[in-house]
């Protein structure tokens, strides 16, 4: 059977297993919170991922309740959206990712991304007509930045924006090619990013705009349960109002992959909870040689260094959530936290998998799955190379990206 159930258990396991007393830190309303998420992706999430990630399919149908649940632009203030504090947005993410990485995924394309962009970049009428919505997940936000041939630098972007006309009612031909863009096949509308004459800014897009074509991307072997596709913009052609005004530069979507950035920090504790409490549960009821798995040293110590890794990454993404909602967090605080976090969380997912002997390669336990989800969490919002240079820069004073 899968640990599907929180720490083992229940409440007297989570306090055996939080022996930093981190719950401590949290205030009430931060733990209900955590309690609130936590219930949904027990009565939904966890039910049916074996089953959509062995298919293939994202749930669609959780968009509605993940809106209602209050956790898409959570962390946005107005326009329907939950404005919730950094911490409580952080809760939320661990819980959901506890349950899949692809779950948590689209609360952050939605959120993190395409709303944020809307809610930061875009005019009164633009955050009018698609915040609210896209809050109550009636529809759904894609958020359109790397290219085939341009993943970790978008400076060198090949779609392009040209003028359509002349004076303020000039519009805009979008053409180009975008790659590893989530939700795109199912999206309302896309926040594009695309070169132009005066650098890159930022389009919102119709997803029924002629010439826009999403194709998902087949054969994963990361992130099942998760939507990412091939993008074509093939002479679309957009009014005036799809432009986001205030957005330009790559200052623009790089605001927003901060904002996904630091959900990740905790989403990534999640996956590596979940897997410890699935060698946890499985080392104290499996049986060999006569005795439980956890009564053997090697096991402890393999469950000793996992629980070691998941409290301080738990207090660093606490930290960077305090920090966030003093307003003081900074972009390199926010790399160590993401690389730090996956790193670490794809090391417990693999050593969990060792506990679980052969029973680990199915989907009845959650280890494995974790850890292919998190190759694909390690590379998107900036891999370790690109985290590792943003922090080398920060110390050395010198840049080394090129």
């Known amino acids: ?15 055996i297993s939080d022996i930093l007393a981190i719950d401590s830190l949290l205030s009430a ?10 219930d949904f992706t027990q009565q939904r999430i966890r039910p049916g991922i074996a089953g959509w990630y062995d298919d293939g399919v994202f749930p669609l149908e959780l968009a509605p309740e993940l809106g209602e649940l209050g956790v898409l632009g959570m962390h946005l ?25 692809g779950i948590r995924t689209f609360v952050s394309v939605q959120g993190s991304l395409a709303m944020t962009a809307i809610h930061k970049w875009g005019s009164e009428d633009q955050k009018q007509e698609w915040l609210p919505r ?36 000039a519009g805009w031909i979008l053409d180009g090619a975008k790659r590893w863009i989530g939700l795109a096949s199912v999206a309302d509308v896309l926040v594009v990013w695309a070169m132009t004459d005066d650098g890159v800014r930022g389009f919102l897009v119709p997803a029924s705009t002629p010439g826009v074509a999403a194709t998902p991307i087949g054969q994963k072997l990361s992130m099942r349960a998760s939507i990412q596709c091939d993008v074509i913009f093939d002479g679309v052609r957009l009014g005036p109002e799809s432009l986001l005004p205030a ?44 005795r439980p798995l956890a009564g053997y040293q090697l096991t402890q110590e393999k469950l000793v260094n996992m629980l070691l890794e998941i409290q301080k990454g738990t207090l660093l993404a606490l ?9 003081k967090l900074r972009p390199e605080q926010i790399s160590l936290g993401k690389l730090n976090n996956v790193r670490e969380a794809i090391a417990i997912a693999r050593e969990a ?5 052969g029973n680990g390669i199915t989907l009845d336990y959650s280890p494995l799955r974790h850890a292919a989800n998190l190759e694909s969490v390690r590379t998107y919002e900036g891999t370790d190379e690109v985290h590792t240079l943003i922090l080398g820069q920060h110390i050395t004073g010198l840049a080394a990206f090129r």
Not at 140 to 160: N, V, W
Not at 266 to 282: C, I, K, P, V
Not at 353 to 357: D, E, N, S, V
């Open 353 to 357: 998998r060792t506990i679980l002997g």
């Open 319 to 327: 930290q960077l959530g305090r920090l966030k909602d003093a307003g």
């Open 77 to 101: 203030e107005g326009y329907g959206c939950p404005g919730r504090s950094a911490v409580e947005y952080g809760l939320a993410a661990m819980e959901l990712e506890a349950g899949d990485s």
């Open 1 to 15: 059977m899968s640990n599907e159930a929180g720490f083992p258990g229940g409440s007297e396991g989570s306090a």
């Open 134 to 169: 896209m809050a109550a997940g009636e529809l759904i936000g894609s958020f359109a930045l790397t290219e085939p041939s341009a993943g970790s630098d978008p400076a060198s972007m090949k779609t392009f924006a040209r003028r359509d006309g002349t004076g303020d009612a």
């Open 247 to 290: 957005a330009r530069g790559l200052r623009g979507p790089f605001s927003c992959l901060n904002e996904a950035r630091y959900g990740i920090a905790w989403g990534a504790m999640g996956a590596a909870r979940d897997s410890y409490e699935a060698a946890l549960t499985y080392a104290q009821e499996r049986l060999q040689f006569g």
């Open 29 to 38: 309303g931060e733990l209900a919170v955590r309690e609130r998420v936590r």
